[in-house]
């Protein structure tokens, strides 16, 4: 079993940063495929950003290429997802997923079999 919890999120203005970090117990995520979802008011949850066991693969929702960027540390047991020129429309509550089935589609939340409880990210004008 793998527990994860995300953090970072708060209250930022358009144009600026935030680094959002997910944490790892209860089992090494080295061997696997994270990515990190989001989820604003009324709409449906949609992927963010994904990133393979050993970073070789990264890929990124296009509404976010460009402006965020996910990485880990095997090491340290964490997920991180750099977020840059933050716009009103990123706000939404932020979720990291860890072991996604091995060949599935990052993009698709169902591959995932661990979820973290959600940090809140707000984007002011």
């Known amino acids: 079993q793998v527990q994860l919890v995300e953090s970072g999120g708060g209250l930022v203005q358009a144009g600026g940063s935030l680094r959002l970090s997910c944490a790892a117990s209860g089992r090494t995520l080295s061997t696997m495929a994270m990515g990190w979802f989001r989820q604003a008011p009324g709409q449906e949850r949609e992927s963010v950003a994904g990133?393979?066991?050993?970073?070789?693969?990264?890929y990124y929702a296009d509404s976010v290429k460009g402006r965020f960027t996910i990485s880990r540390d095997n090491a340290k047991n964490t997920l991180y997802l750099h977020m840059n020129s933050l716009k009103l429309e990123d706000t939404a509550v932020y979720y990291c997923?860890?072991?996604?089935?091995?060949?599935?589609?990052?993009?698709?939340?169902?591959?995932?079999?661990?979820w973290g409880q959600g940090t809140q990210v707000t984007v002011s004008s």
């Open positions: 997923a860890a072991d996604r089935l091995p060949g599935s589609m990052w993009h698709i939340g169902e591959n995932y079999n661990y």
């Open positions: 990133i393979a066991w050993n970073s070789a693969g990264r």
